[in-house]
């Protein structure tokens, strides 16, 4: 079983800038593919970025040239750095391994 833990969300002004960061514990073996989602309010869980053990990299259309993966497979954590921020980005990011969610982090975009 793998457990996942973020941190990294809170409130930041429309333009700002937020870097989550989720963590793997567990059966990190059985990790290829890491993701963020988000969902915000009364709107569907909808894929916001990923990346593969290799470095691949998926972005939804919406974060393309703001938002950035990374991962650091030392450490068994992935990042996403997130610049240029619009209030439309306001959600609950959740991260995803391995079929097991984090509990989420809220990232608030408003002046």
């Known amino acids: 079983q793998v457990q996942l833990v973020e941190s990294g969300g809170g409130l930041v002004q429309p333009g700002g800038s937020l870097r989550l960061s989720c963590a793997a514990s567990?059966?990190?073996?059985?990790?290829?593919?890491m993701g963020w989602y988000r969902q915000a309010p009364g709107k569907e869980r909808e894929l916001v970025a990923a990346i593969t053990s290799g470095g691949r990299t998926n972005y939804a259309d919406s974060v393309k040239g703001r938002f950035t993966i990374s991962r650091d497979n030392a450490k068994n954590t992935v990042y996403l750095q997130m610049n240029s921020l619009k209030p439309e980005d306001t959600a609950v990011y959740y991260c995803?391994?391995?079929?097991?969610w984090g509990k989420g982090t809220l990232v608030t975009v408003s002046s």
């Open positions: 567990g059966n990190i073996f059985s990790i290829d593919v």
């Open positions: 995803y391994a391995a079929r097991v």
